[in-house]
Every structure is written in C-alpha cells, then in structure tokens.
C-alpha cells in the first residue's frame, strides 16, 4: 500500500441512534495508527465500514486512490484488508491449518503438504511456531491472537485492523503483538489498532484518531501529544488518575483455609487458597487469565466442586451450601461472560432485572413476582450507570456489550449485597464507565459490605483496590506488607516469577 | 455360520436406507441447520419414486424424481429456517407432517386410480449397497480435504465468524441442503427399491433412527455408519427370532418390535453427552 487510506464524511445510522456522523480518518501507508474513544464512541462501527461488514449511509472510501464501496467483507477481504475482531474469529472444531486458509483456501481441494509449507514460512517469518494439525480448540489466547495475525499474512492483507488486540493478553503478550505489528509496517502494511490503553497508543503508534459520540474530534501524530491531552480528547475533559484513600477491612467477611477446587476438565484449578474478605474493602485479585480465579468465584457462589479445606461466609461453612442459599445469603456476582451466566439476551431489561433474584424481596410478592417492584427496580438499575437503552422493555439483545455490562453491574449492586463478586466488572466500559462502577463497588463496601475484584489490568485494581491478593497457577498468594502496593512485586507474583 | 452371514447381510440391507438418510442429515446438521425432517424427506422421496417409477415405466426416472421431491422439502427447511427464520425443530416436524399427509394423500385412488400394490420398475438394491458405504466415505473426504467441506465446517459451528471470513454462510446451508435432499431421496427410493411398492408411512421412524445414529456417531461420516448398521442389527435379530424361543424363553413379539428403537433409546441415553455438537446448530 503506497497511499494513505482515506475515509470522508462517513455517516451510519441504526434505528434511532445516529453511530456515526460525517466522520473522516486518514491513515499513512506503512504506519501504526490508533483509533480511540469511549465505548459507543463509533470505533468499531467505522471499522466496520472499512470492512464492508456495514454499508455507510454517506461517505467514501478511498483505498490506493481510487473510491471504493463494500457490499460485503469478502469484498474487503479481496481489496487485501483484513480484520481480526475482539472475539477472533478461531473455528474450534477446525485445525489451526485450516482456520488459516479458511475464506482463502488456494483451491478448492485443500493440499495441507503444501499450505504447511506456507503456513510454516508465514510463521518462521513472525518468530511463531503452531502445530498446523493440533485442532484450534486448544489454543491460548495469545496462540489465538497469533494465528489471527497469520491469517491476515495467508490473504496478504495489506491493511490490517486489530480491534481491542490486547484486551484478553497478558502485559508480555501485548508486547510480543505490537513487536510483531511493527515488524508488519516496518514490511509496508497498514495497521489499525482500535484501543482503550492509552499507554499503547503511546509506546506504539505512529498516529491517532480520537472518536467521541460518532463525530471525529481530532487526529494528530502521536509524538506531538501526551496521554492527557489525549483522555481529555477521549472524554471531553481533563481525567486525573487519582489512587483511592486505601481503608482497612473490618471484621471477617469470607474465609477460606486450604480450600480446593475442581476445575472444568477434572483438574484441580484452585490449589489451596487461605485468606479472607474483610468488612468494608474492596479487594483485587490479579493474576494472568486462567490462573484459578473462575474456579474460585463459582466454588464461592456455589457452582464447583470443592475438593478440600474449608470456606466459610459471615462465620458459617457454605462448602454444600446451594447456589440458592448463597444468593439468598447476599453473594452476588457480576460474572466473566455475561451471555451465558450473567443475562438471557431474548428478554427485555425488565425481565433480567428480577433473573435469579425473583425469590427476594423487592422482587418476590409471595410465589409471584411483584411487576410494579420489578418496574421500578429496572429503571433503578438503568439510571446508576446511565444505561443506554429505549426503555426497560427493550430486549438486552438491543443493547450495545458496554450497556449491556452497565446493567448487569447495577443489578449486582442493588438491595445491600454482602459479598460482590466482580469478575472484569468493566470490560467493555469506557474509562468514565469504569469509574463509575469502581465508585459504586466502593460506596457498597462503605456501607458494610466486601468486594472481590478479578481484572488482568493491574493498574485498574492498584488505582481502585484497598488490598490486592494475586492468584498464580492456582494458588492464592498476597503480596508481603511492605510491597502491597508495589506494581514490580505485585507483576512478579502473577507470573510466579516471586 | 451360514445362519450369521445371512443374519450380518441382513442387518446390512436394512442399515443402507438408514444409513443414507444419516448422511442427508449430517451434511445438513454440520452446516449449522437442525434437521429432524429427514423422516419426511424419506418419505416424500419413496413416494415420489414410485408414482414416476409407474407412470414412466422407467425405474430411474423415478430414481430421479424421488431425489427432487427430497430435495425440495429440503430446500423448504432451508428457506423456512434461514430467510424466515423459523424455529428448526418446528419446520422440520412441519416437513414430516405435510409428508406423512402429502405422501398419503397423493398415493390415495382420489387421486391416482394406479392401484395399491401394481408392480413398479426398481433401481436395483445393489446400487444404493454401494453408494451407502462410499457415501459416508466421500464425506469423510470432502470434509477433511476440501474447501467446501472445511467452510460447511466453519459455516456450522459460528456463522458470524464465518462471514467474517468472507464466507457466505446462507449459500453454504442451501448447498448441505440439496446434498440433505440427495441423500435423503435415495434413501426414500432404496426403501421402494426393497419392497417393490409405496405404501403408507413406510419409512417407519428410521428418518429418527438415522438421527439417533448421528448423534451417537458424533456428526462424523464413517462412525456415524457404523451406528446405523449396529442399531439394524437388533432389526435384524428381531426379523431373525421373533417367534422362536431363546433358551426356552418366549419373548413377546411387541418387545422384539420395539427393539431397534430401545436400543436407540438407550444407546441416545448413555452417549449423548460424550459427543460435542456442531456448536451453530440452530443458530441464525
């Protein structure tokens, strides 16, 4: 690609909500370019656009000096643009081979000798090994990131999009991805990163485009700007990263002692944990994804199987405690995939306000549930977090992943819970969102209750957390006193480097 | 010894429509599309088989036929479940009821005066013998080595991710579909194959059996095959003993009839949860 990409006046609609309006982004051949916002700022809707995945109701594109218009992504696809969205687009039951050639496949009969050749140069080229014939399935994240970043080299994309690429990696896979995206542009592609982390946009790019509210607000190299010029762009005013006054838990709330856990394949995910949740703290644990801390939230809200040691809650064992008990006893939990624990997505706000809570009180009237409660109940919940939606019978399908987050943080927060389990309370949240919910999980451990907080961003948790506990391969592990705060020890702790 | 062979054969004979029906449905199921219409299609295949094999005279034009009646109940679930998207399992027992309705109706003297039982010309029963063992063998191919095999693959298990990919997950349902038709056309037509004539609700349930059979077999070709012939075996040993008595017991006939679909039963019941499902199934 040897001239910039341009895009003008782009405007898209849904329904009522105007997602984009005349916006433009240019974007230099052979660079790193970022563009940033808060959550429904239009990032991923312009991106979109640029992948023929949504058609602008206004606007061109101009890709290599010529105008272009996308019907679909193939269209994309064969004017050498690729995307590797939030999610991946990995096919589990294939192989990793044949993920790679998916949608580009060199013929219509598959000759894996010589697409392994291929697949093994591409690789060598990227300091990646796979093993081509090992099924996707088995994957880690960061393997998944990688071969995501192998595909767009198989269809020889010259524009690469990478939506929220460091979203689910650890600090040293985030470094090893935009050492290979340099590399990529050092080779002439252009490569758009679409992020939260200003601290990238920083490190990594050349320039950055700042979306707000579906309009354009500025564009400009990043050498000639610093992260609060920046957040002020991102949301309109000047953000000050303050450390929260730290306060000391009260009397015991959850504890644990050589507690054992089953993990999903038969294997023992939680290698006795001992520590305890005190009264009136916010606690953090950090760790690498994977290291134990699903295990514990569902052991604690009574969904795994516990193998040993003991855990009690307000002074009483709920080792065979059920689900229902826990729940009643005040354990709330806002979870890690929301679709599948957390929301049924066909029911409308209203609906999913009362999920799983129907039995308690404001919600239960007898054995029905009392409708003019759980009318006021939702619009509650909708106005702690200002949840954007028509009204509380809009189906939680229609709302946006960052709205949708907002909703379940506040249903997990109302009628005085005594433990709140947080598992990435704000992934998808923009950084007002994020403040937000971290100001009410304070507010709720304030008025006597704990809360418990997994989040893979260690800066998030040192900025908001009274005490941070680290979970490495299983084991439950707290920083000595004297480095309880400190970001090395704490780092060093998580990849059980300590 | 000769008694077994004769038993094996026979078990084989009665595996082969069933075995072809599970091919229809896996080619269908695979690409992300529920299909418990495969019983229908089996029909509305035999049915029209016969009706095209008597008025032309000609066995394979009835071949023919029965294929494209299958192939277009077929593309009826595809165009009910993908442009209207409707629920899978209702369209599907749609299909199965308009058959066993349609399929009765059309064979009725109101509408045809060719009487019940008039000897129709068949496709010999060695031809679908073959094609039920390299049936599931091509796919077996056809999935491991092609690109339209890998992309039905992708299309079934997530076809948002799919179209990311620049695939076009409708077109490849369509194509599983016809192939659904195909397989389940012949399967219809073997079933006339055997008895020489079309006769009401003839499929007898094995549309289900074949169903059974592929999620027993895991929505792979070959041990999908293989689940077909086993449960054919218990067919076959009730063909084989009904009326006798084993080690001077006599079993009641109702209980060798039900056989085949116990054994489908249990064996549904003890390894359904071993095997994963094309995880876009039913999805839009």
Redesign the interface.
């Known amino acids: 690609m040897n001239q910039p990409i341009r895009m003008v006046g782009i405007s898209k609609r849904f329904g009522s909500v105007q997602a984009l309006q005349g916006v433009d982004l240019k974007v230099e051949p052979g660079t790193l370019h970022a563009l940033v916002g808060e959550n429904g700022a239009g990032k991923s809707t312009l991106m979109k656009v640029l992948y023929g995945?949504l058609q602008p109701d206004e606007g061109t594109l101009e890709i290599e000096g010529t105008l272009r218009r996308f019907a679909?992504?193939?269209d994309a696809?064969a004017a050498q643009i690729g995307?590797v969205?939030q999610h991946?687009?990995?096919?589990?039951?294939?192989t990793c081979l044949?993920n790679l050639?998916?949608?580009?496949?060199p013929?219509?009969?598959?000759e894996?000798r010589s697409a392994t050749e291929r697949a093994s140069t591409l690789a060598d080229r990227m300091g990646f090994r796979f093993d081509w014939n090992e099924p996707a399935s088995k994957l880690s994240t960061a393997a998944a990131q990688k071969l995501e970043i192998l595909k767009l080299l198989w269809r020889e994309s010259r524009l690469m999009i990478l939506d929220e690429p460091t979203a689910m990696l650890s600090p040293a896979d985030s470094d090893a991805l935009y050492a290979s995206l340099h590399r990529l542009a050092a080779e002439g592609a252009t490569v758009i990163v679409v992020t939260h982390r200003l601290p990238e946009v920083m490190d990594h790019c050349r320039d950055v485009t700042v979306l707000r509210g579906g309009k354009r607000v500025s564009s400009f190299p990043v050498a000639e700007t610093d992260p609060r010029q920046l957040s002020e762009a991102i949301i309109g005013r000047s953000m000050i990263e303050t450390q929260v006054e730290v306060r000391v838990g009260r009397e015991p709330m959850l504890v644990m002692r050589d507690l054992r856990i089953q993990g999903d394949r038969g294997q023992e995910a939680v290698k006795g944990a001992t520590g305890e949740l005190r009264v009136g703290e916010v606690v953090g644990l950090a760790g690498v994804d994977g290291s134990g801390q699903h295990e514990l939230f569902q052991a604690i809200t009574g969904h795994a199987k516990i193998l040993g040691g003991t855990l009690d809650f307000l002074g009483q064992s709920i080792l065979v405690a059920s689900p229902r008990q826990i729940l009643e006893m005040g354990v709330r939990l806002i979870p890690e995939d929301r679709h599948a624990e957390g929301v049924v997505e066909d029911w409308t706000l209203e609906e999913n306000s009362s999920l799983g809570l129907h039995r308690l009180a404001p919600f239960a009237q007898g054995s029905r549930v009392n409708i003019r409660a759980r009318s006021e109940e939702t619009q509650k919940m909708i106005d702690r977090f200002q949840t954007k939606c028509r009204d509380r019978y809009s189906l939680m399908r229609s709302l946006s992943g960052g709205n949708q987050q907002r909703f379940v943080a506040a249903r997990a927060l109302a009628h005085q819970p005594k433990l709140v389990l947080a598992f990435q309370p704000t992934r998808g949240l923009d950084i007002e969102g994020t403040r937000q919910v971290y100001a009410a999980l304070r507010d709720q451990a304030q008025a006597g209750s704990s809360v418990l907080v997994v989040s893979f961003d260690l800066d998030e948790l040192l900025i908001h957390c009274d005490r941070i506990l680290v979970m490495e391969h299983g084991r439950l592990l707290e920083p000595p006193a004297d480095l309880a705060r400190d970001r090395q020890a704490i780092g060093a702790l998580m990849v059980g480097a300590a | 010894m000769a008694d077994f062979v004769q038993f094996l054969g026979l078990a084989f004979v009665l595996g082969v429509p069933v075995v072809l029906a599970a091919m229809g449905g896996l080619t269908s199921e695979r690409s992300g599309v529920m299909n418990i219409g495969l019983e229908g299609k089996m029909l509305f295949g035999a049915c029209v088989t016969a009706m095209v094999a008597t008025s032309t005279q000609n066995a394979w034009l009835g071949l023919v036929g029965g294929i494209g009646a299958a192939i277009l109940a077929s593309l009826l679930h595809g165009v009910l479940t993908q442009v209207y998207r409707m629920d899978h399992v209702i369209s599907g027992m749609s299909i199965n009821i308009l058959a066993w309705g349609g399929t009765s109706y059309l064979y009725s003297p109101h509408f045809t005066d060719r009487a019940f039982g008039s000897t129709i010309p068949v496709v010999p029963r060695e031809v679908f013998y073959l094609l039920a063992v390299a049936i599931p063998a091509v796919i077996w191919v056809y999935l491991k080595r092609t690109r339209g095999g890998i992309r039905l693959m992708a299309v079934g298990n997530d076809p948002e991710k799919s179209r990311q990919m620049g695939i076009d997950p409708i077109r490849v349902r369509f194509m599983a579909l016809v192939a659904t038709g195909v397989f389940c056309g012949l399967a219809g037509a073997m079933i006339v194959s055997n008895t020489g004539r079309f006769s009401e609700g003839m499929t007898s349930g094995r549309g289900f059996i074949a169903l059974a059979a592929l999620i027993i077999g895991g929505w792979r070709p070959v041990p999908t095959m293989i689940a077909c012939f086993a449960f054919m075996l218990f067919q076959a040993l009730q063909i084989q003993f009904q009326g006798q008595a084993i080690f001077g017991v006599m079993l009641p006939n109702e209980l060798w009839l039900s056989m085949p679909y116990l054994v489908t039963l249990l064996a549904l019941a003890g390894l359904i949860s071993k095997n994963s499902v094309p995880a876009g199934l039913g999805k839009a």
């Not at chain 1, 991946?88 to 294939?94: A, D, G, Q, R, V």
């Not at chain 1, 013929?107 to 598959?110: D, I, R, V």
């Open positions: 995945q679909h992504s193939r696809i995307m969205s991946y687009s990995i096919i589990p039951e294939l044949e050639m998916l949608g580009a496949e013929g219509a009969w598959l894996p």
